[in-house]
């Protein structure tokens, strides 16, 4: 195990490493949001796994909430074995997570329409099903169109709390969205704006957007923005265990919130430094091992 990397006091950091030793050297309780976008489940099983896992990891866990959600793996995977090593690889992620919230906190999980379904079951065993606030759906409309079935353009985001009754929510300094049908309402409602659903209309980053990174899974700043702004304060931690391009980190820094960001991949550190060293103030570059990872 890793000596702690970060603390409250430490300044916006980004760790290059795998993201689950680090995890588990972190104080509970320190996030008051957390917010990933795990690679998708690619669908390549790993059958060798399969055999040295079904015994290993999950093993007899008990849910947080008392659910066994080993049975729940074993009936899910049941119906999908290629789903069987990203249950493996997400599960005690997301068991961190839970560990890592605060009271008042909030998991934002980023998915596609393939993984969601598994993941909400997922995470209705570990944080119980009255946590489960959201599923949002990110809707675009870009690309290329399927003819043979309905074009997906969409992502989904579930939205987990770790207690129904403490957790922050401020939809007030949410930005707003013009109205479908503005003839229906008041002048002043049309000049305000109205409150997003849970479903958003927004862009993906275009080839020639700004924000653009090279990064081939970025997520738009204006998501982010939107979840950092609802779900945390001015000065709170906010947690991206899979930063990629750190878009988090960008949001987080914007709203004058603090961030720790971890990604395994050197390109995505490459891209973060590049990208986060432009913003007040600029963050730490660590390696697992705590040493300032080279320039
Ligand atoms: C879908 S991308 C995240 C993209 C990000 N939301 C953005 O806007 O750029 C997922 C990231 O998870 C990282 N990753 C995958 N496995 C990891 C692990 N075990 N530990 C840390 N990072 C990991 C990948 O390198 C990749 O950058």
New binding site residues.
């Given amino acids: 195990m890793h000596a702690p990397l970060w603390d409250a006091d430490s300044p916006n950091t980004v760790i290059a ?4 030793p680090v995890l588990e050297t972190l104080p509970a309780g320190s996030f008051q949001l957390i ?6 489940n690619t669908g390549r099983t790993q059958r060798a796994q399969r055999i040295r896992t079904v015994r290993s990891a999950a093993g007899d866990r008990v849910g947080f909430k008392g659910q066994t959600y080993q049975t729940l793996r074993g009936a899910l995977t049941a119906y999908d074995d290629t789903f069987i090593s990203y249950w493996d ?1 997400l599960a005690p ?1 997301l068991e961190q997570a839970w560990r890592l919230l605060a009271a008042t906190g909030t998991l934002y999980l ?1 998915l596609d329409y393939r993984e969601v379904h598994y993941a909400k079951v997922m995470l209705d065993a570990l944080f119980g099903r009255e946590c489960f606030l959201n599923e949002i759906i990110w809707a675009y409309d870009y690309g290329a169109r399927a003819k043979r079935r309905w074009p997906t353009k969409h992502d989904n985001i579930l939205v987990y709390v770790k207690d129904p009754k403490k957790y922050h929510f401020n939809s007030d300094e949410v930005d707003r969205e013009p109205y479908m049908a503005p003839g229906l309402v008041t002048a002043e409602k049309v000049a305000r704006g109205k409150l997003p659903t849970d479903v958003w209309w927004h862009t993906i980053v275009a080839p020639n957007a700004r924000e653009r ?1 090279g ?1 081939p ?3 738009p700043v204006g998501v ?1 923005k939107r979840i950092v702004a609802a779900s945390s304060r001015p000065g709170d931690w906010v947690l ?9 980190g960008a949001a987080a820094a914007e709203l004058n919130r603090k961030y720790l960001l ?4 050197t ?2 550190i490459d ?1 973060m430094r590049r990208r986060l060293s432009r913003t007040t103030p600029p963050p730490q570059f660590l390696t697992a091992d705590g040493e300032l990872a080279a320039t």
Avoid: M, W
Avoid at 262 to 265: A, T
């Fill in positions: 490493g795998d993201n689950l917010c990933i976008d795990p690679p998708f690889f992620r980023h990174t990064y899974t970025q997520k982010l991206d265990f899979f930063a990629g391009s750190g878009t988090t971890i990604d395994s991949h390109e995505a891209v």
